[in-house]
């Protein structure tokens, strides 16, 4: 493995592929080898999330190292929901110390949504606000405090949005705000409506952001209709049309699986041809085995050497 | 009235009750000059008098916006409509988990004070004001009179522009690290 892969590539202009590694809820350091084994030869990198849905599991900065050490390139995922300033700092430094090549800031869920509600939920900084400490930290060489920081850490900073939650035409602007912040690449949110994500493409490109920053799209196969069901109502900030919805309630039930991932490789080869798009980051949880048919028929990543700018 | 910090399960979004045009004339009323400046200097030689002073505004800006008293007021740039509000008291725009109709994540029976402050900073010409970089709250000024630090002139760098040369993120790090 190459540190810094993620990074050389979108420098490439190559469209680069991502996927979601989810830590397990268990001390076994095997269930990050296992996933990161069947994804090692087909993305660039995977996020390692942070108590994603505010649910414990192993720490994205252990998780992080161990998909380092089963050679595939981590995107620290660390969010602003469970530690304050000191402790975002900190892990931020951390990573920087055992080479973790990528982090990707975030506000993070509210805790209740997840497996305890009855947490404290932290918020001391938002993601905006952490992008710009991070890139400080970083570029200038100081904490939050005024402080030097001995030996700066040369991650490579990613953000994320929600294209599709209102005020949508405030989203692109939000963007910017990450941007001016620090953010280098953002990935989005779950793509299902294509129309409306191209629609934002066209305002984050008249605010030059591309530029400055890769936008990486949020893509991932629905397996079946209860899934379904669960974006549309359990999971805050995901937009499934009508249309996408029609057609896999469409289908007989034991064929859902199969036309989510049909969807899913429609839409990927729909935002590879949308300019400015420099990739897609896959969400496929529990379904990681999944994922190599998915970039093969799409027709990228790093095992077929396509062409910048993506397939035709 | 039961004050916001004695609501159950921390912020919840409050819609304003005060038209936003209003709002903006009333900062106008009061916007930092000499004499409010004066008088924020003599409030805080007198413990008594800023205690009843803050008391008022925290009374005031608790029934008309749901002020929690951060001390570090954003409502001029956010619509006044309060990003304390928020459950993630985010300051810097909405989070991903807005609802299609406009409604909060974590209460979805209320409607996101983001979108909100979009729409009433829209509305007022002042939408702009969104894309400032509001910097990360001195949770040291919690309680205090956002008013008296406004005419004392600590407030100014609360927000920057997001544009020109990058600006650093504390508000003031060369502070000494020990309270007022």
Redesign the interface.
């Known amino acids: 493995m190459t540190a810094g892969r993620l990074r050389a590539a979108l420098a490439a202009g190559r469209f680069v592929v991502t996927a979601e590694l989810g830590p397990p809820r268990g001390a076994d350091p095997g269930a990050i080898a296992r996933k990161a084994a069947l994804l090692r030869d087909w993305v660039d990198a995977v996020n390692v999330t942070d108590n994603q849905g505010a649910h414990v599991r192993l720490s994205s900065l252990a998780g992080s190292v161990l998909a380092q050490r089963a050679g595939v390139e981590p995107v620290m995922q660390l969010t602003c929901r469970d530690r304050n300033r000191l402790a975002l700092q900190s892990d931020l430094l951390a990573a920087g110390a055992l080479g973790v090549p990528n982090v990707l800031l975030l506000t993070g869920d509210h805790p209740r949504f997840g497996d305890h509600p009855d947490a404290k939920p932290v918020f001391d900084l938002d993601g905006v606000q952490l992008t710009w400490a991070a890139r400080t930290m970083r570029d200038e060489g100081l904490l939050m405090s005024g402080r030097p920081v001995a030996t700066p850490p040369s991650w490579l900073i990613g953000a994320v949005e929600n294209p599709f939650a209102p005020p949508r035409e405030f989203r692109a602007r939000r963007l910017a705000k990450k941007v001016a912040a620090g953010a280098e690449f953002v990935q989005t949110q779950y793509v299902f409506d294509v129309d409306v994500f191209a629609r934002w493409m066209t305002d984050v490109r008249a605010l030059g952001l591309p530029g400055r920053c890769k936008i990486i799209a949020g893509v991932g196969p629905v397996r079946s209709l209860r899934a379904l069901e669960f974006m549309r109502s359990g999971v805050p900030g995901i937009h499934v049309p009508e249309d996408v919805v029609r057609r896999l309630r469409g289908v007989p039930t034991d064929q859902v699986a199969r036309a989510g991932i049909d969807l899913c490789v429609e839409t990927i080869q729909r935002l590879a041809g949308i300019p400015d798009v420099a990739g897609v980051h896959l969400m496929a949880f529990g379904f990681e085995h999944g994922v190599p048919e998915i970039i093969e028929r799409a027709g990228i990543g790093p095992r077929l050497a396509p062409v910048p700018g993506g397939p035709p | 009235m039961r004050s916001a910090d004695a609501a159950p399960g921390?912020p919840r979004p409050v819609r304003p009750r005060l038209a936003a045009r209003l709002a903006y004339g009333v900062h106008h009323l009061m916007a930092a000059n000499s004499l409010y400046r004066g008088l924020a200097a003599w409030l805080e030689r007198h413990p008594h008098a800023v205690r009843l002073f803050t008391a008022g505004e925290r009374a005031a800006k608790e029934q008309l916006f749901g002020c929690r008293m951060c001390g570090q007021c954003a409502l001029p740039a956010t619509g006044y409509s309060c990003p304390m509000t928020c459950?993630?008291?985010?300051?810097?725009?909405?989070?991903?988990?807005?609802?299609?109709?406009?409604l909060c994540?974590?209460y979805p029976e209320l409607r996101?004070v983001?979108?909100t402050a979009?729409?009433r900073a829209e509305a007022a010409g002042h939408g702009t004001d969104?894309?400032l970089?509001?910097?990360?709250?001195d949770?040291r000024e919690g309680g205090r009179s956002s008013w008296v630090s406004y005419w004392q002139g600590r407030d100014e760098d609360l927000w920057v522009s997001?544009?020109g040369p990058?600006p650093?993120?504390?508000l003031r790090?060369?502070l000494p690290?020990v309270p007022r």
């Open positions: 921390g459950p993630k008291q985010l300051r810097n725009g909405p989070c991903g988990g807005v609802s299609r109709t406009g994540e974590v996101c983001w979108v979009f729409e969104l894309d970089l509001q910097r990360p709250l949770h997001a544009e990058a650093r993120p504390s790090p060369e690290l």
